[in-house]
């Protein structure tokens, strides 16, 4: 009996370690943000401090991502999102694309804040060249705060970063049960937790009881680029002008000056500029800095333009990003205006 007893024991003991070892890799990268913000009042969402918790304290918050996956963390940077820089974005790049390139992870995470989330995705979608999840989290509700809705967002994202059925999505972006396309997705909204959507695009799936339901088999969007950032170090300056009645064309100028080596016109409408800035954007062209036109109205297609060159289905703080990356390739204007599929 004493014999049967020690080796149904091991038995199980050695049945334990396996199936530790067999959970799925999930290396998160933490940037800060409201998901690790905190206040000294519970019903405080607005005024708490963002990137107050590192990531061992995320990951001990939520112990049922441990069921999940076998969890390792890394504090690539803590701010608010609104800080986040280029040094940091090539950083997470080059740290992610070695990550995944390991035959032991599954997939990543990076928890961000909400504010600049959708450039992060989309720079990661286009920078990142392995068919392994990449899942940037947030959270609308700071750690400290009644209901908070980070520890849901990230136990769902460390599920989706394992998932098998996530590969080949490029990099996506899970909050409030939803999962969207980091080439797609878009903030709508300042403070409330449904602030993430695609309008013409739609969502990629949902979280139902805990576990991630597609819509779609894995798609590869019309046009995407792809970029190595391997050798970079920095990405040349671009800066983002908003349209309006009267717009100031010195502002333009001042860009340049400043060191700017593209541009990008947050227009009205269909791009649409007033004609004494369109005058100036044609000068710029003519000297070869690039001028990519997008629009203000959150959403829609910005057609090719006779004057700069139409931003597609690019919004403005995207259109930035890919610029960069061109200008970083060396892309000449035509090519870039393939890019943007002008």
């Known amino acids: 009996m004493q014999r049967k007893l020690l080796a149904l024991l091991i038995g199980a003991t050695l049945s334990f370690h396996a199936s530790a070892q067999d959970k799925p890799g999930v290396t998160i990268y933490a940037t800060g943000g409201t998901i690790a913000g905190a206040s000294k009042s519970n019903t405080d969402t607005t005024g708490y401090q963002p990137g107050a918790l590192g990531v061992e304290v995320l990951i001990n918050a939520v112990p049922e991502m441990k069921e999940v996956a076998t969890i390792s963390g890394e504090q690539i940077a803590n701010v608010g999102s609104f800080d986040m820089n280029t040094e940091v974005l090539l950083k997470l790049a080059k740290s992610i694309n070695r990550k995944l390139a390991e035959n032991g992870t599954a997939g990543v995470v990076i928890t961000h804040g909400t ?66 396309s980091g080439f797609y997705i878009t903030k709508t909204n300042s403070l409330m937790i449904d602030t993430f959507k695609s309008a013409e695009q739609g969502y990629l799936g949902a979280f139902v ?31 983002v002008l908003y349209t309006h009645q009267e717009s100031d064309i010195d502002l333009l100028d001042a860009a340049v000056k400043g060191g700017a080596k593209g541009l990008v016109i947050a227009g009205v409408g269909n ?6 800035v369109k005058a100036k954007i044609k ?26 060159i139409g931003a597609g289905i690019y919004n403005p703080q995207k259109a930035r990003i890919l610029l960069q990356l061109a200008l970083a390739q060396g892309a000449d204007l035509a090519r870039i205006r393939g890019y943007f599929g002008s």
């Open 115 to 180: 504010d600049t989330t959708e450039e992060t995705a989309f720079f990661l979608d286009l920078t990142v060249a392995s068919p392994k999840p990449v899942v940037v989290v947030g959270a609308m509700r700071p750690a400290t705060a009644i209901s908070a809705d980070g520890p849901m967002n990230l136990l769902e994202a460390v599920t989706l970063a394992a998932s098998p059925q996530a590969r080949n999505r490029g990099a996506m972006v899970v909050l409030n049960d939803r999962i969207a």
């Open 283 to 308: 000068e710029l062209s003519a000297a070869g800095i690039p001028v990519v036109i997008s629009t203000r109205t959150g959403s829609g297609y910005v057609t090719a333009k006779t004057d700069g």
């Open 209 to 239: 009881g805990g576990a991630p339901k597609f819509y779609f088999e894995p798609a590869r969007p019309v046009g995407k680029p792809a970029f190595d950032v391997t050798r970079l170090d920095k990405l040349p300056k671009v800066a």
């Open 271 to 276: 791009g649409n500029v007033p004609t004494a």
